[in-house]
């Protein structure tokens, strides 16, 4: 089994920064890929950023320029940098860990505020 414990989540004034983190503990075996989604009530929940098992990623095309995904060397933890935040940004920001021969693993979610 996977564990996924995102941090770093709050509330921040549009043009503001936060820095998601999300570390991995268990079984972390043939990792593909990780990355961040988010969701607002009542809404599919999207992608926000991905990082695959190469270094290559992908970004939601509302985020591009303004968000940044990382990983650390043992390629068990991601970080999202998050800067211009604007108010549409708010959503429950819910980490990702995508396997090769196993189930996909979700974090509980981090909640971002963007207030004016």
């Known amino acids: 089994q996977v564990r996924l414990v995102e941090s770093g989540g709050g509330s921040v004034q549009a043009g503001g920064s936060l820095r998601l983190s999300c570390a991995a503990s268990g079984n972390t075996v043939s990792i593909s890929a990780m990355g961040w989604y988010r969701q607002c009530s009542g809404k599919q929940r999207e992608l926000v950023a991905l990082?695959?098992?190469?270094?290559?990623?992908n970004y939601g095309d509302s985020v591009k320029g303004r968000f940044t995904i990382s990983r650390d060397n043992a390629k068990i933890a991601v970080y999202l940098q998050m800067n211009s935040l604007k108010p549409e940004d708010t959503a429950i920001y819910y980490c990702k860990l995508e396997r090769s021969w196993y189930n996909d693993a979700w974090g509980q979610g981090t909640l971002v505020t963007v207030s004016l």
């Open positions: 990082i695959n098992s190469d270094g290559s990623t």
